[in-house]
């Protein structure tokens, strides 16, 4: 069985909560208090890893596949572990195609996405063949480097004195109703909710007792940094520019100018995104494999080849940037996918778990 360490397994959830997070200005519909609202969906997702926590501890032993299996029967449990591992696949495709979105919005406006994107799952697919132990390492080399640019990023915003403090004002002008709201109803979910994906994972991890510890404090990292982008593009752009801007952090970046030298920081940004896409893809497309095995008794790496053209594939259905993310909502919030598989059903696991009586106590 595959063992990573407590410091790789912080370096990939690092990374996997940045991913594609700074692409998007999380809680914009609330204007200047969008930071509020990552600050609350923080807080609120660490409710929900404390929740995936007390599951995996019960049992350090197995991952969600054999959990579902376990507690919830050969029929129900299969059944149960096939739609997870479409979900998983589902948002491998997501990244995916924000790979392929960005490329064209950024450095190849005329490139053929299709190439683009056959580029970024044959990366996943090698990395897949490669193993478990041999991906969670390339997170722990590349992580304080990808950390270290972002702090260089954050840093020349002031330098350059493009930030204006007062973006952020009035505070909660609204009341705090509506901060809640998104809070509760979108923001919780994506990305701090997605740390359900690591119930796949955290099995592989060498020091059981170093578990709890190691994955908040990782949690913590990196919501300071998706709460320091969110408030760097508040206070740079402003909640109406940021509100209509396609990728709002490259668009803070490209006003750096420090002494007419300094500047198209935008390759930079551009850099950190391509790792963060790359390493969450990856890890989506990792725990679909990983469930499929479970299903069909098997090496993983049989299904990387068959669950990496299913991805290529939807990854191309939507015609452009706009309808990518318009399908991404209505999955979300129309079928419930995300309420469904990181909050409904981990919360049904978790009972039936303490209702069973088996496994060990919460470290």
């Known amino acids: 069985m ?7 397994l912080g370096a990939m959830i690092i990374l996997f909560q940045i991913g594609s997070t700074p692409l998007f200005e999380i809680g914009i519909k609330t204007g200047q208090d969008a930071w509020l609202v990552v600050v609350i969906s923080m807080l609120l997702g660490l409710l929900l890893l404390f929740l995936f926590l007390a599951i995996q501890c019960r049992e350090p032993e197995k991952n969600l596949s054999q959990l579902l299996i376990t507690y ?6 299969k059944t149960v572990l096939f739609l997870y591992a479409l979900m998983f696949a589902y948002e491998a495709m997501r990244n995916v195609r924000d790979f392929g979105d960005l490329t064209l919005l950024t450095i190849l406006p005329k490139g053929p996405i299709s190439i683009i994107m056959l580029i970024m799952v044959t990366l996943s697919i090698y990395a897949i063949y490669k193993g478990i132990e041999v991906f969670f390492r390339l997170a722990e080399y590349i992580v304080m480097g990808v950390l270290a640019f972002y702090f260089i990023i954050l840093s020349m915003h002031f330098v350059s004195g493009v930030v204006h ?5 009035p505070i909660m002008e609204k009341g705090i109703q509506p901060i809640l709201k998104e809070s509760i109803t979108e923001s919780v979910w994506f990305p701090f909710g997605q740390m359900v994906i690591f119930l796949m994972f955290w099995s592989y991890l060498n020091e059981k007792k170093e578990l709890t510890k190691t994955t908040i404090r990782s949690f913590f990292v990196s919501g300071l940094v998706i709460i320091l982008c969110n408030i760097m593009n508040l206070i740079v752009l402003g909640p109406r520019l940021a509100n209509i801007s396609t990728v709002p952090l490259l668009q803070s ?3 750096i100018q420090i002494a007419e030298v300094f500047e198209r920081f935008d390759a930079l940004v551009i850099l950190l995104f391509y790792a963060g896409i790359l390493i969450k893809a990856t890890l989506w497309f990792l725990a679909t494999v990983l469930g499929l095995s479970q299903l069909f008794h098997t090496d993983y790496r049989r299904f990387a080849l068959p669950v990496g053209g299913l991805i290529y594939i939807t990854a191309l259905l939507p015609t452009s940037w706009q309808s990518h993310l318009e399908i991404g909502k209505i999955v979300a919030n129309q079928f419930m996918v995300n309420k469904i598989f990181i909050g409904i059903i981990p ?3 978790f009972l039936v778990m303490l209702m069973k009586g088996r496994g060990n106590k919460p470290l």
């Open 2 to 8: 595959a063992r990573i360490s407590k410091y790789q």
């Open 72 to 77: 919830f029967g050969s029929f129900v449990g």
């Open 165 to 169: 403090f007062a973006h952020l004002l």
């Open 253 to 255: 970046v490209q006003l």
């Open 347 to 349: 919360s049904i696991l």
